[in-house]
């Protein structure tokens, strides 16, 4: 990802799809799903980097046509492009440790698919409870951000519509969200669960010109709650 925030490359792959095929307008978005609680006192111990990168899931647990990617530096999926207005929507799919400071590790992985395609899976361990509060934080902010707008490093106008999704509860506690990135009368989808897993909140977000496959989605989502409650335990 090198240098970009995931808003701003976003918005990249959007500026690439108007040579491509991408969405033309943004229909009007469903509601978001209730407010979930997770559940407090975890007492799963809280996972260092190493371990986190190593319970993320691989290429074989997506799809066929992805592929991995380089792991993006750490830091490099924070903020939200040049300008944001509201200003705090800039963290709407910024990696979960930059959203909530605190975490004992980080970890991220990428893929890329077809026509511009891509599931990005980032991950972020608390210690001491804190990754229940992490989850409230980060299912919070979305709902702060049902609307806003930003400029890419172009200058070029770019709007975002959050909204409801409806995906089966997963791990200890999950919520779902979808994303609509739109320039220049195209659309760019992304969907994302986020998971709280023991001690740790992992935010995955598959992003496409098209509306991305939700069975797909909850797929790849039981199988990265699976790796974690591998690391983790129960």
């Known amino acids: 990802m090198g240098g970009l925030t995931r808003p701003a490359l976003l918005a990249a792959a959007l500026a690439l799809t108007l040579t491509a095929c991408g969405s033309k307008g943004s229909a009007p978005l469903p509601t978001f799903q209730p407010t979930v609680a997770p559940p407090s006192g975890q007492a799963a111990a809280a996972l260092d980097e190493i371990t986190?990168?190593?319970?993320?899931?691989?290429?074989?647990a997506l799809p066929s046509g992805f592929t991995a990617l380089p792991d993006p530096p750490p830091g490099s999926t924070s903020g939200a492009?040049?300008?944001?207005?509201?200003?705090?929507?800039a963290k709407v799919l910024a990696a979960i440790a930059d959203?909530?400071?605190?975490?004992t590790g980080q970890a991220a992985a990428q893929f890329g698919g077809n026509d511009f395609a891509s599931v990005d899976v980032d991950a972020a361990s608390y210690p001491?409870?804190?990754?229940?509060?992490?989850?409230s934080t980060v299912?919070?902010?979305?709902?702060?951000?049902?609307?806003?707008?930003g400029k890419d490093a172009d200058g070029t106008n770019v709007e975002f519509r959050a909204g409801g999704l409806d995906q089966p509860q997963a791990g200890n506690a999950s919520t779902a969200f979808q994303l609509n990135t739109t320039s220049q009368g195209l659309t760019l989808h992304t969907v994302v669960n986020v998971v709280?897993?023991?001690s740790t909140v992992v935010q995955i977000a598959w992003s496409d010109s098209k509306q991305p496959?939700?069975?797909?989605?909850?797929?790849i989502t039981t199988a990265q709650v699976r790796k974690l409650q591998?690391?983790?335990?129960?």
């Open 230 to 234: 591998g690391a983790a335990g129960p």
């Open 52 to 60: 986190l990168r190593g319970d993320l899931i691989d290429v074989s």
């Open 81 to 89: 492009g040049s300008t944001t207005n509201p200003s705090q929507c």
């Open 139 to 149: 299912q919070s902010l979305v709902r702060e951000c049902a609307k806003y707008s």
């Open 196 to 198: 709280l897993v023991g």
């Open 213 to 219: 496959d939700l069975k797909q989605l909850t797929t």
């Open 99 to 103: 959203q909530v400071p605190g975490a």
């Open 128 to 135: 001491n409870g804190m990754a229940a509060q992490a989850f």
